[in-house]
């Protein structure tokens, strides 16, 4: 049966980095093994910039633009050169046509609706790092074949949140990718449209890549490869006494990451629920160290509770303006203009009057709703807020952990408690009650 590794940025930011898949794949002999692949490092980040360059004053002529288009080829051919020096099968010519691709792809959509020139660039990330990686594998014996995942996904044209064409992608993944004894590498987080165009998956979306693939070929198993041995009860970075998950459920770490935590794509878990894959997540530095687990056992959910911060939220509260009451058509009225912006909810609370909730600050999108709602309701307004959500909490846990500071709005359930607060009441480093 086919295993899935997905490796996202961070395990190949680097000629070092991308050395350090080589052992990790020879000890992996079973086949068919198919491996997604990420931009290497903050390439995504660099490839935005370079966009906004592009749509800017004086576009891909501009200084800004060929100054960050610069940088990134020279970093990516740093990386070619301390891998492969002198060798005949180096990429650099391969990658070197792929820039070129990319230069030629921000000259096509300048003007072009701004998702849709995202996708046809943001995606040479991908289609770059796995040009270098898979030519690197070879180079090392292992054999390997380099797809396209744009031929390969199967989207919409619902660009930078594409949906996936389920029964095209299965067909297309099995005939091309079913049964083979060498490596085969691909991309994470893109796909394309039956017209030809690149599309992406939302941002993070690699992990659902992976998934993707795992469920068209009834994968035994995904092992998503992190710079960390598995998933925390909280981020290690603001809680001192953060511990490692051994083994959680698909709803368990849905519920984590619907809200905000950073450990696996909210789309990821379904598919592989759906087939009972199990999902392992590992350290690429500590690859003999304990994963953790997530598959279909919930019986260890509430052993430990979870802590997820949401920073740089804002608070809106929305009231009628002839004192009527804040009924269902009102709240459906709001509630389908957070949609139409584009936006979540990560906190929601209502009143007979009133109807508020947390949003995360995106000024692109939150200025056009709160300027929206201003023509035909009261609306109040406060930024720079911290969300806390507790999962499993134990009794008292939620009132220490809000010692010295004002709540500003709670929700609770049987399983879940959230407060927000003003970030500046907030402190750097947190402390699980014991």
């Given at each position: 049966?086919?295993?899935?590794?997905?490796?996202?940025?961070?395990?190949?930011?680097?000629?070092?980095?991308?050395?350090h898949?080589?052992?990790?794949?020879?000890?992996?002999?079973?086949?068919?093994?198919?491996?997604?692949v990420?931009?290497?490092?903050?390439?995504?980040?660099?490839?935005?910039a370079?966009?906004?360059?592009?749509?800017?004053?004086?576009?891909?002529?501009?200084?800004?633009?060929?100054?960050?288009?610069?940088?990134?080829?020279?970093?990516?051919?740093?990386a070619?050169?301390?891998?492969?020096g002198?060798?005949?099968?180096?990429p650099?010519?391969?990658?070197?046509?792929?820039?070129?691709?990319?230069?030629?792809?921000?000259?096509?959509?300048r003007?072009?609706?701004h998702?849709?020139?995202?996708?046809?660039t943001?995606?040479?990330?991908?289609?770059?790092?796995t040009?270098?990686v898979?030519a690197?594998?070879?180079?090392?014996?292992?054999?390997?074949?380099?797809?396209?995942?744009?031929?390969?996904?199967?989207?919409?044209?619902?660009?930078?949140?594409?949906?996936?064409?389920?029964?095209?992608?299965?067909?297309?993944?099995?005939?091309?990718?079913?049964?083979?004894?060498?490596?085969?590498?691909?991309?994470?987080?893109?796909?394309g449209?039956?017209?030809?165009?690149?599309?992406?998956?939302?941002?993070?979306?690699?992990?659902?890549s992976?998934?993707?693939?795992?469920?068209?070929?009834?994968a035994?198993?995904?092992?998503?490869?992190?710079?960390?041995?598995?998933l925390?009860?909280a981020?290690?970075?603001?809680?001192?006494?953060?511990?490692?998950?051994e083994?959680?459920?698909?709803?368990?770490?849905?519920?984590?990451?619907?809200?905000?935590a950073?450990?696996?794509?909210?789309?990821?878990?379904?598919?592989l629920?759906e087939?009972?894959?199990?999902?392992?997540?590992?350290s690429f530095?500590?690859?003999?160290?304990?994963?953790?687990?997530?598959?279909?056992?919930?019986?260890?959910?509430?052993?430990?509770?979870?802590?997820?911060l949401?920073?740089?939220?804002?608070?809106?509260e929305?009231?009628?303006?002839?004192?009527?009451?804040?009924?269902?058509?009102?709240?459906?009225?709001?509630?389908?203009?957070l949609?139409?912006?584009?936006?979540?909810?990560?906190l929601v609370?209502?009143?007979?009057?009133?109807?508020?909730?947390?949003?995360?600050?995106?000024?692109?999108?939150?200025?056009?709703?709160?300027?929206?709602?201003?023509?035909?309701?009261e609306?109040?307004?406060?930024?720079?807020?911290?969300?806390l959500?507790?999962?499993?909490?134990?009794?008292?846990?939620?009132?220490?952990?809000?010692?010295?500071?004002?709540?500003?709005?709670?929700?609770?359930?049987?399983?879940?408690?959230?407060?927000?607060?003003?970030?500046?009441?907030c402190?750097e480093?947190?402390?699980?009650?014991?």
């Amino acid at each position: 049966m086919t295993t899935v590794f997905k490796f996202g940025g961070a395990s190949i930011k680097d000629a070092d980095a991308i050395r350090h898949l080589t052992p990790l794949l020879e000890r992996h002999r079973d086949r068919p093994l198919v491996v997604v692949v990420s931009a290497m490092g903050k390439t995504t980040n660099k490839l935005e910039a370079l966009l906004a360059a592009a749509r800017g004053e004086g576009g891909t002529q501009g200084d800004e633009y060929r100054r960050c288009f610069e940088a990134l080829q020279t970093e990516h051919r740093e990386a070619i050169e301390a891998l492969f020096g002198d060798a005949t099968d180096s990429p650099r010519e391969c990658v070197d046509a792929l820039f070129d691709e990319l230069d030629a792809q921000h000259r096509r959509h300048r003007d072009s609706d701004h998702a849709k020139h995202y996708d046809q660039t943001v995606c040479y990330g991908e289609l770059i790092s796995t040009t270098i990686v898979a030519a690197w594998l070879n180079h090392n014996d292992i054999a390997t074949d380099w797809h396209d995942a744009r031929e390969l996904v199967r989207t919409d044209a619902c660009y930078q949140a594409a949906n996936l064409d389920w029964s095209t992608t299965a067909e297309t993944v099995r005939q091309r990718l079913a049964g083979s004894d060498r490596v085969i590498l691909t991309q994470g987080f893109i796909g394309g449209t039956a017209e030809g165009e690149a599309t992406t998956l939302g941002r993070e979306g690699s992990d659902f890549s992976a998934a993707i693939f795992a469920h068209c070929l009834d994968a035994r198993e995904v092992v998503i490869w992190k710079d960390v041995t598995g998933l925390f009860n909280a981020d290690p970075r603001r809680f001192d006494n953060a511990v490692q998950l051994e083994r959680i459920s698909y709803a368990e770490a849905t519920e984590l990451a619907w809200h905000g935590a950073k450990v696996i794509h909210p789309k990821t878990l379904g598919p592989l629920q759906e087939k009972s894959i199990p999902l392992t997540v590992r350290s690429f530095e500590t690859p003999d160290a304990e994963p953790t687990v997530i598959d279909a056992e919930r019986r260890f959910d509430s052993d430990v509770a979870s802590c997820i911060l949401r920073e740089a939220q804002v608070w809106v509260e929305v009231r009628p303006r002839d004192f009527s009451f804040m009924d269902e058509p009102r709240q459906h009225d709001i509630l389908g203009r957070l949609v139409k912006a584009g936006l979540h909810a990560n906190l929601v609370d209502s009143g007979a009057m009133r109807f508020a909730f947390c949003l995360d600050d995106k000024p692109e999108r939150l200025e056009s709703l709160i300027e929206s709602l201003r023509g035909d309701y009261e609306v109040g307004r406060e930024d720079a807020l911290m969300l806390l959500t507790v999962r499993h909490p134990r009794p008292g846990m939620l009132d220490t952990l809000s010692e010295g500071r004002e709540a500003l709005a709670e929700r609770r359930n049987a399983t879940t408690a959230q407060r927000l607060f003003r970030s500046r009441e907030c402190p750097e480093t947190w402390h699980i009650p014991e």
